[in-house]
Nanobody, 114 residues
Framework: VQLQASGGGLVQAGGSLRLSCAASGSISKINRMGWYRQVPGKQRELVATMTSGYSTNYADSVKGRFTISRDNAKNMVYLQMNSLKPEDTAVYYC?????????WGQGTQVTVSS
């Protein structure tokens, strides 16, 4: 299984970015995909996840600003990030939870300037 994330970049506070992640390989239809983020010196933290049945889970800090979505047919997951804040600056990692195994993408940098 491989995950390929894209869409990070530099944006001003209040702006928007959309992250995309494509999963490839032997992937069961029943899984959970999502996004985590990490800043230097801190633990990786959950941003948002979505099951193949479209149940979602968001970190409190992003509720109302970020929206996760997925395309099951294409094994893709997206993260629409609006009203970005400087504290959203981090490396964002795509995640696939499949049969008790976690898979991670390579990470994409999101930088929000004030």
């Amino acid at each position: 299984v491989q995950l390929q994330a894209s869409g990070g970049g530099l944006v001003q506070a209040g702006g928007s970015l959309r992250l995309s992640c494509a999963a490839s390989g032997s992937i069961s239809k029943i899984n959970r995909m999502g996004w985590y983020r990490q800043v230097p010196g801190k633990q990786r933290e959950l941003v948002a996840t979505m099951t193949s049945g479209y149940s979602t889970n968001y970190a409190d800090s992003v509720k109302g600003r970020f929206t996760i979505s997925r395309d099951n047919a294409k094994n893709m997951v997206y993260l629409q990030m609006n009203s970005l804040k400087p504290e959203d600056t981090a490396v964002y990692y795509c995640n696939l939870h499949l049969r008790s195994t976690q898979y991670w993408g390579q990470g994409t940098q999101v930088t929000v300037s004030s």
